[in-house]
């Protein structure tokens, strides 16, 4: 069975950083990691993926040149390095595993989720 675990969430200010990460138990070959995101009262909406095998990058625009999605395959963990935050980014976010090797964007697609971790970045 495959679990994700996120962590680092927290309070910070406009124009700061966090750094999320995600470790995954179970056995994962290829796959694709993503993070999503929701914030209250709209829908989960994709933010980065990368894909296991090589490394391949997609970036959602709104996060583009902020946000950088990188993988220690020797961990099994997956990051979210976040500079530069918007009060805009406040959200939950979830990092999840799509058991296939193509990237996706697609939430629907991805097959194991994790519980999420809370990012409030105040103005």
């Known amino acids: 069975q495959v679990q994700l675990v996120e962590s680092g969430g927290g309070l910070v200010q406009a124009g700061g950083s966090l750094r999320l990460s995600c470790v995954t138990s179970?056995?994962?070959?290829?796959?694709?990691r993503g993070w999503f995101r929701q914030a209250p009262g709209k829908e989960r909406e994709f933010v980065a993926a990368?894909?296991?095998?090589?490394?391949?990058?997609s970036y959602a625009d709104s996060v583009r040149g902020r946000l950088t999605i990188s993988r220690d395959t020797a961990k099994n963990t997956v990051y979210l390095q976040m500079n530069s935050l918007k009060p805009e980014d406040t959200a939950v976010y979830y990092c999840a595993l799509a058991q296939r090797a193509n990237m996706t964007r697609n939430r629907d697609l991805y097959d194991y989720w994790g519980q999420g971790t809370q990012v409030t970045v105040s103005s």
């Open positions: 179970g056995r994962t070959f290829s796959s694709v």
């Open positions: 990368i894909r296991w095998n090589n490394g391949t990058t």
